[in-house]
Structure formats: C-alpha cells, structure tokens
C-alpha cells in the first residue's frame, strides 16, 4: 500500500523541478535580463524624441541609483554630437560648456544645487569658465539635465556602463551559439585582470584621483568619450568571458545532482 508523499516531500519535490529547469534555461533568462538591462538606457532618448516624456523620465529616474549620469560623461542621441565632454578633453567636438551656459533648464538645476550646498542664491549665471570647474553643484545639474533638441537627449546610464551592459550582452550572445560553448572555458584570472579590469581601472582611478582637492602629482582630467567607450567594452566582453562559462559550470554541476537526486527516487524526468 502506497503512502502519499508529505507536504514537505512535494514542496521539495516542486523546488528541485523548479531549479532543474532553471539550470537548463538559465542563460536564455540571463540574456533576456542583461538585454533589456543593457538596451533599456538606450531606448530612453528614443522615447523622448519621440514624445513620450513620461515612460523616458521613468526610466531615468530607475537607472539613476546605478549610474552618475552625468551628461558630460554620457552619449546622447538625435542632437549635434554623440557627446559633450568637459573643457579640456582632447577631442575634436565642442565641450557641454559651450551648450549649457545658455540653456533654461540647466541654469536652473544649477542655481539651485549652488543654493543647496551655498546656502545662499546664485549671485549670478555662471559663465563658461565657472562651468567648467568641477564643483559639486555642476555635477548634480548635470545628473539633472537630460537635454534638449539641440543636443539631442542622453542615455539613461553613463557612455561607459552603455558600453560595459552591451559588450556583457554581446558576449552572452556569442557564448549562446553551440559550437561557442562547447569549447569555451572561463577567461584565466590573471587574463581578466590584464584586459578587463586594468584598462578600466587606471583610467577610472587616475582621472578620480586628479580631481581631489590639493592633488598636484598631475593635471585633472576627463577621459574622452571615445576612451571611456573602448575601455567599458573591454571589461564587458572579458566579464561575459568570465561568467558565463563560470555560471554554466556551476549550473551543469547542480542540474547533474538534482538529476540524480530524482534518478535514486526513481522518478523520470
């Protein structure tokens, strides 16, 4: 006479068929999150092109936890330029200054984030020069401004992390073909480190470094566009490298013992 499996041996039951078929689907899940993730910042300045302000500024104000965005450190799109570095990138564009001295809604932000750190009125507009100082007011009306017809509108994270999310989904792209992920293995450690995180990582620490206050051992700077793309794909292409043949090991491994997990009850799958 047979006995009836318990709540807690169905429920077990249930979770183990719940992984199982995780473990077999995960990187269709992982795509689909790392690309609409990674698309999602992009789709962004679309929206405001095309008039749909309030789904744009949604998605702003989502990313806005995970990201600066700043608008001299992002791309933009339908405007004049792909870009608007600060003054003294060596970059054959115009730097954001020249834009946002005579722009409304910029002014604005920024008044108020020099009163809110000032505790007292802006005395007057900045000029270009006052702009270009890396004042904790500017950075935060610039986290602010989204853009405008002329410029174009920027993407709802930074030009590095667009690069860093699209590469990331490039690469889990590339490792979902079959003949891929037969033969990959994860990238070596020290591999990653030397391709993905040195690159990123000196030009990131070095430019933050020149920024505090009474750092002398080199002139502040501001990477370009261009650099800031190029080091983000890097790191995100070395890190799908990295992961995805990591996650696939640890997902192989769990699904074989879930397999046999049920193959001893007896039970086929």
């Known amino acids: 006479m047979s006995t009836s499996p318990t709540p807690e041996r169905k429920l077990g039951r249930s ?11 995960w990187l269709k ?36 936890p995970f990201c600066h965005q700043f608008a001299f450190r992002s791309l933009f799109l339908f405007g004049e330029q792909a870009a608007y570095p600060r003054t003294g990138v060596n970059a054959p564009i115009t730097p954001i200054e020249g834009y946002i001295v005579n722009d409304p809604v910029f002014l604005e932000r920024y008044a108020y984030w020099y ?33 405008n017809e002329q410029m174009g509108y920027k993407t ?24 891929v992920r037969r033969r990959i293995r994860p990238i070596p450690i020290w591999l990653y480190v030397f391709l993905g995180l040195a690159p990123i990582g000196i030009d990131g620490l070095s430019q933050l470094v020149s920024l505090l206050p009474n750092f002398t051992l080199w002139a502040p700077r501001e990477t370009t566009p261009a650099f800031r793309v190029l080091t983000g794909f890097y790191f995100g292409l070395m890190t799908a490298w990295l992961a995805f043949p990591q996650f696939e090991l640890a997902m192989r491994e769990t699904r074989q013992q879930i397999e046999a997990k049920f193959a001893r009850a007896g039970i086929r799958l």
Request: glycine share 4%; net charge neutral; hydrophobic share 50%.
């Open 29 to 64: 899940v992982a795509l689909v999150v790392v690309g609409l993730y990674s698309t999602l910042p992009i789709v962004t300045p679309v929206l405001m092109q095309i008039g749909l302000q309030a789904p744009a500024r949604l998605l702003y104000s989502l990313y806005s």
């Open 115 to 147: 009163e809110y750190y000032n505790r007292v009125p802006l005395p007057a507009p900045p000029t270009v020069e006052e702009l270009s100082v890396f004042t904790p007011w500017l950075q935060f009306a610039a986290r602010d401004f989204i853009g």
């Open 15 to 25: 979770l183990n068929l719940l992984t199982l078929r995780f473990t077999r689907n």
């Open 156 to 179: 709802a994270l930074c030009a590095r992390d667009v690069s860093i999310y699209l590469a990331l989904f490039l690469g889990g792209l590339i490792y979902s073909i079959p003949a």
